[in-house]
């Protein structure tokens, strides 16, 4: 069974970093289009990044510059690196897998809390 | 920038109706459009790819149509477990995928 764990939220401050990871089991991280989705409290969802399964990555404009995301095949692992942390960045962030690369999301982790304030 | 619009915002049904939801693209996504149901403190859930498809273990009272800029997901008999947000999301615009705002259905 697929199953994709995130970890890493928490409080920052504004100008701050944190990482988030992202386990996965039951697939190959490497294999797949990985995305990061994140949801302000009350709001709605937002794509931020994917990377493909060749390596290339895209980033939404919102967070373009600020955040890199990444994977470590031998831990089967996906990474959000957040810099220059804003308020408006608090969030749960999601990590959503599509299957096929087709461009829909049919795993999702249970999300992540971040929390950005002074 | 491709923009995707949902109606309403808020739909007030009551179990047994039939409940129909709309999301609108700026441009056209062709059939690269899915569904997901969202419930308080859970992951999205997709229900509906390809514009019509249903995913895996969804009941077939979920049904979508549509192409182009205009799509609705169909939920023929609401029951309990279907009152959540439901969200569209289109990738035809590569390699970006982009959310409706959503539209919630709750009981009325």
């Known amino acids: 069974e697929e199953q994709l764990v995130e970890s890493g939220g928490g409080l920052a401050q504004p100008g701050g970093s944190l990482r988030l990871s992202c386990a996965a089991s039951g697939f190959t991280v490497s294999d797949s289009y990985m995305s990061w989705v994140r949801q302000a409290p009350g709001k709605g969802l937002e794509w931020i990044s994917i990377i493909h399964n060749n390596d290339n990555t895209y980033y939404a404009d919102s967070v373009r510059g600020r955040f890199t995301i990444s994977r470590d095949a031998s831990k089967n692992t996906l990474y959000l690196q957040m810099n220059s942390l804003r308020t408006e960045d608090t969030a749960v962030y999601y990590c959503a897998r599509e299957r096929g690369g087709y461009g829909y999301f049919e795993d999702w982790g249970q999300g992540t809390l971040v929390t950005v304030s002074s | 920038e491709i923009v995707m619009t949902q109606s309403p915002a808020t739909l007030a049904m009551s179990p047994g109706e039939r409940a129909t939801l709309s999301c609108r693209a700026s441009?056209?996504?062709?059939?690269?459009l899915a569904w997901y149901q969202q419930k308080p403190g859970q992951a999205p859930r997709l229900v509906i790819y390809?514009?019509?498809t249903r995913a895996t273990g969804i009941p077939a009272r979920f049904s979508g149509s549509g192409s182009g800029t205009e799509f609705t997901l169909t939920i023929s008999s609401l029951q309990s477990e279907d009152f959540a947000i439901y969200y569209c999301q289109q990738y035809n615009v590569w390699p970006l995928r982009t959310f409706g705002q959503g539209t919630k259905v709750e009981i009325k």
């Open positions: 390809g514009a019509s």
């Open positions: 441009q056209s996504v062709s059939y690269n």
